[in-house]
């Protein structure tokens, strides 16, 4: 029940449980109400959803039982005791086919609900947005606390900078805090958790017509009706879609399961994000600027994770990485090419900066074809002709990446053309790094500023750029330890040492891995034929050496060894990426960093 007693006008049809309408008038509103009221009331539709689908899907004696064991589980509704005692005589009468299906109906059931509670939360944080209602009126706040740990947590960038400010925190110590931020999320590869895509794409289309069908929009009793039933169809079709795939998925399967949240949800999420914070900090700080360097930024484990998997070899990895460029590549010639059809202006109407113009008499020569083709048609819309220029570049980019990824990590494309009638690759025509295509897209939006002009989708675009790069997440390389010291092992009774690495001591490994990072002469032969293990494992470190030489450093910044006991494991991958041009020790440069991972009490103590 309401505290008002009034019934908003929002309102959505539920259906009795033997599956009439109630009435054509009959309606339960739901707006402006606190979320608890919203979540019960669609529930009720929701549960009318799941009886209906189980009534057309299932025999009448299983529905039965079914909802008879719905019943007994709901607490409000039945004696403990009593109930505990039927649900385990319901359940002793199933088959197996029956369990199974019990199983999948419950599941079904729970996701619904999962879905239902995610819109509410939605729904209710984007109502109070828009009503200026997210205040810190709920929080009690000491402002002479020592710590702002010790304090109910903030819920909102806006209630943070206003707790700050309250704090007496200065600008100047903010701005160094922003500035030196750097967080990174990291993707874990769990095959045994992968959901379909198209089990996904049905719980994403399910969230969508609930909406619709809440939506104020709606007006007739028509329409509400033509949702429900595509509703009412759509989980029909869930729930006949097998969960999980009847084969074993690949690594690079997995790789796709895990890039389904960076393209359904974090590359749009992400700039919301960082205008949220923008906002918040300007209402709060007007004089300090969130940097333009991405704050938070991505890894991933899924097709680098070697540790326990053979199926992760060198060539999965530089294939994966590929795959997350072309992935980006993809994403930003959408949106370069929705900016050109946005970017109309007109040199008869506004002014274009100098360097704009100066880079566009650059483009002229180095893409002669693109300057026949849409010099006449932009001719007076100079961001427009940029634009071009811009789409050509990440094409090539584009192709440049398909044929490294066809040919592999040890390939080497230098002079090699792209096609018989494409420049080659020497020219430097794609883009060599995404700075240079950061710059492009930053030039626009200065000559846009100079003229007192914004783009919001440019700026979004930006946003994206700065955070995801081309390389969409660094890949962590992640190998136990014991797979560099067998390679060492095997390389020191090659080079028929006195002792043999795996017969030292810590102490004589440490100061045998020591001389040998010290010194510039190579120690592993250039050809020589390697046991399978040990050759996978030097392989790795020069597909690394390779896919920065190719993606920027970016692309892999850490190396971790798992079950990590003592200093030499660190220093055995040093070793191992100084063989492969890695880092430099006489020079104090790397291009990565070690992390050894402390995997049991022992070793916790000694680390």
Sequence with gaps: MTNSGELPHNRFMLKNPSNENISNHSTVCVEDQDPGYLLQQRLELVEDLWKTVLKSECPPNQTERLLRLKQLSDPSKSNKDNSSQAIVELITEMDLAEAISAARAFSLYFQLVNILEQRIEEDSYLESMKKGKLDDSNYK???????????????????????????NVPPAQLDALMREMDIRLVFTAHPTEIVRHTVRHK?????????QLQSNNLISDSEKEIFRLQLEEEIRLWWRTDELHQFKPTVLDEVDYALHYFQQVLFDAMPQLRR???TALASSYPDVEVPHEAFCTFGSWVGSDRDGNPSVTPEITWRTACYQRQLMLDRYIASVQELRDQLSISMQWSQVSSPLLESLEMDRVRFPEVYEERAARYRLEPYRLKLSYTLERL???QLRNKQLADAGWQFSPEGKPLTSTMHSFDE??????VDEFKNELELIRNSLVSTDLTCEPLDTL???????GFSLASLDIRQESTRHSDALDELTRYLDLPQSYGVMDEEHRVAWLMKELNTRRPLIPPSFEWTKGTQETISVFHMLHRLQKEFGTRICRSYVISMSHTASDLLEVLLLAKESGLIDPTLGAADFLVVPLFETVEDLQHA
């Design 462 to 468: 930006l946003n994206q750029v700065h955070i995801f």
């Design 395 to 397: 094409r090539l980019t």
């Design 203 to 211: 719980q994403r289309r399910v969230a969508t017509l609930l909406q």
């Design 428 to 433: 430097f025509l794609h883009y060599g790094s």
């Design 276 to 278: 949220r914070l923008t």
């Design 141 to 167: 706040i000491d402002p002479f606390a020592p710590a702002l740990a010790s304090q109910t947590a903030p819920a909102t960038f806006r209630q943070l900078f206003e707790r700050l400010r309250r704090l």
